[in-house]
């Protein structure tokens, strides 16, 4: 459930009841993650003074929030870059996404429907359905997570298979390194002694030569050795327009299964799933409201439940409609590319003037509700590709003739009224960046 870096941030954020937000970034500001082991919690810094300061200062406190974290005593331990390497391989822990990973956690829909019958049926007869399995769709779908949980019940299942899991950009790394110290036997032998190779975003091989042609080899011979090979992409084969004819066919040789963005139903089951996996409790018509705000990708609505959590327990709120918003907020700043919903807008406009939804959206025509519905249709022809009708509709109905009538209003008044034109401006930023 917890990855070391969720950790490591929610100590940070949990640190600053205790000490300010200074002291917390000028001695943990360089420090990263390193594991989360079942009774241990390993950071590294870059400076042995650094680790002083930590272990001494603040290693209690630190292992308090541990405690409270996971309701059992860790130990924690800092480390300074070089000591890494003397750290044993064996006392690193596996892949623990592996283990979050699996099909009983990968809600079904029926945007991945066909994609998860495809990845579980070549977990369970490796090389003997589809070869390759080529999963594609787009960002935050659950394709990592479909191609680890492959790994985790073929591991499981099958202790002899070499598995061998790596993400595309990995590869064309090692490969290079491999390839500048004259390592390119362990090169192939690692990656053509595998039973199963994972490649996670082979997209990013296309365009570059040198990999392109490592990987038709490693390809062939796994293939040959009737071997299971599972890719995923943001792309099908055929749009990789930088990726050799020939890989792209051979891609095509199995079974190409994509990933579409969740339909309503999936989105509710995600978010009461990951809920339930969080530890807490979201009233149904809250959930109703995230489904319907957050639409593009699953990694949000995970985002939405983690910050909800976080809400409650730091700030120890109740999970409301603002705790909700304020989530859907932030997630939309990590993602500029994002655009507010009408809803978000309608409800910071509303609460800027201190009315209800339902009266702007009503026909009153009071000027304290006048104005804040001239001002919400502009907000959201400024900030989402509602058309005039569809604004219209979430204003409750008006005639599009309307809409436009309020935004000229609203574009008039900004002209004549500097004090507004800030208001407003505030306004959107408070939406887009709050
Ligand atoms: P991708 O690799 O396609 O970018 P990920 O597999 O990393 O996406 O998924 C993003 C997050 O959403 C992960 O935490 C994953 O567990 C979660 N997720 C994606 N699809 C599902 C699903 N169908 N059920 C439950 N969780 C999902
Ligand atoms: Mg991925």
């Known amino acids: 459930m917890h990855s070391a870096d969720d950790v490591l941030a929610h100590i940070l954020t949990l640190l600053e009841r205790q000490i300010t937000k200074v002291t917390i970034d000028t001695w943990f500001s360089d420090a990263t993650a390193v594991a989360l082991k079942q009774d241990c919690f390993i950071i590294r810094t870059t400076s042995p003074f650094k680790k002083q300061v930590i272990d001494s200062r603040y290693g209690d406190m630190v292992r308090d929030i541990l405690k409270e974290l996971f309701s059992a005593d860790m130990g924690?331990?800092?480390?300074?870059?070089?000591?890494?390497?003397?750290?044993?391989?064996?006392?690193?822990?596996?892949?623990?996404?592996?283990?979050?990973?699996?099909f009983e956690d990968f809600v079904v829909g029926s945007s991945n429907r066909f994609a998860h019958a495809a990845a579980l049926a070549?977990?369970?007869?490796?090389?003997?359905?589809?070869?390759?399995?080529?999963?594609?769709?787009?960002s935050g779908l659950g394709k990592t997570h479909l191609i680890k949980a492959i790994a985790h019940t073929v591991r499981?299942?099958?202790?002899?298979?070499?598995?061998?899991?790596?993400?595309?950009?990995?590869?064309?790394?090692?490969?290079?390194?491999?390839?500048?110290?004259?390592?390119?036997?362990?090169?192939?032998?690692?990656?053509?002694?595998?039973?199963?190779l994972l490649?996670?975003?082979?997209?990013?091989?296309?365009?570059?030569?040198?990999?392109?042609?490592?990987?038709?080899?490693t390809f062939n011979a796994l293939y040959d050795a009737n071997k299971q090979i599972v890719l995923t992409s943001d792309r099908p084969p055929k749009e990789l327009y930088s990726l050799h004819s020939r890989l792209q066919t051979r891609f095509e040789w199995g079974l190409l299964a994509d990933i579409q963005p969740p339909d309503y139903e999936t989105r509710i089951a995600i978010i009461k799933k990951k809920a339930e996996k969080s530890n807490i409790y979201i009233p149904d018509n809250l959930?109703?409201?995230?489904?319907?705000?957050?639409?593009?990708?699953?990694?949000?609505?995970?985002?939405?439940?983690?910050?909800?959590?976080?809400?409650?327990?730091?700030?120890?709120?109740?999970?409301?409609?603002e705790t909700i918003n304020q989530a859907i907020r932030d997630i939309l700043k990590e993602n500029p590319g994002m655009k507010p919903t009408a809803s978000i807008i309608i409800s910071e406009v509303c609460k800027f003037y201190g009315i209800s939804p339902d009266l702007i959206k009503s026909n009153n025509r009071r000027k304290d509700v006048l104005l804040p519905r001239q001002v919400a249709s502009y907000v959201m022809r400024q900030l989402t590709d509602l058309s005039l009708p569809e604004i219209g509709k979430e204003l409750g109905g008006q005639h599009y003739s309307t809409i436009i009538n309020s935004i000229e209003k609203v574009q008039e008044k900004m002209k004549a009224d500097p004090l507004f034109e800030s208001t407003v401006k505030d306004l959107m930023s408070n939406i887009t960046e709050a």
């Open 122 to 138: 070549v977990a369970t007869n490796p090389a003997k359905t589809y070869n390759p399995l080529f999963i594609y769709g787009g």
């Open 199 to 217: 490649l996670d975003d082979i997209q990013f091989i296309a365009g570059k030569e040198q990999t392109q042609i490592e990987f038709f080899h």
């Open 287 to 321: 959930v109703q409201y995230i489904a319907n705000n957050v639409t593009a990708n699953i990694r949000q609505l995970e985002g939405i439940v983690l910050r909800t959590k976080a809400c409650r327990e730091l700030l120890q709120q109740e999970v409301t409609m």
């Open 76 to 102: 924690f331990v800092v480390m300074v870059g070089d000591e890494l390497e003397e750290l044993q391989e064996s006392e690193i822990p596996s892949d623990k996404d592996e283990e979050n990973y699996t």
């Open 156 to 196: 499981k299942n099958r202790p002899d298979f070499r598995v061998v899991y790596i993400k595309g950009d990995d590869f064309i790394n090692e490969l290079i390194k491999d390839l500048s110290n004259q390592r390119m036997e362990e090169f192939h032998n690692k990656y053509r002694m595998a039973d199963i």
